[in-house]
């Protein structure tokens, strides 16, 4: 049973930057593919940026393309997200994920995730 806790949002006002933090515990964290997803007042959660459980791959959402970079820290059991240039359309809550030894083409796809984390509130005001 793998366990995941995120930190790290918040407030911020529109061009800001945020990192969200996700700590995992339970589990063989170098084992297992993980994502982040985000879910909008009134809207479904949608992917946002993957990463695969080896070699490091990365997978982002065109909507956040070349503004967020997902990261991960097997040695601290931890996965990131750098978020820069946010924008008001960024307000969601902010959740992460993991996937057992998931393919990078798959990432996107939520319901190939095994345990997700309780989430973090981001909100960019204009």
């Known amino acids: 049973q793998v366990q995941l806790v995120e930190s790290g949002g918040g407030l911020v006002q529109a061009g800001g930057s945020l990192r969200l933090s996700c700590a995992a515990s339970g589990g063989t964290f170098s084992n297992y593919a993980m994502g982040w997803f985000r879910q909008a007042p009134g809207k479904e959660r949608e992917f946002v940026a993957g990463v695969s459980w080896i070699g490091g791959r990365t997978s982002y959402a065109d909507s956040v393309k070349g503004r967020f970079t997902i990261s991960r820290d097997n040695a601290k059991n931890t996965l990131y997200l750098q978020m820069n240039s946010l924008k008001p359309e960024d307000t969601a809550v902010y959740y992460c994920?993991?996937?057992?030894?998931?393919?990078?083409?798959?990432?996107?796809?939520?319901?190939?995730?095994?345990?997700w984390g309780q989430g973090t509130q981001v909100t960019v005001s204009s």
């Open positions: 994920a993991a996937g057992l030894q998931l393919r990078i083409v798959v990432l996107f796809q939520q319901n190939n995730y095994d345990y």
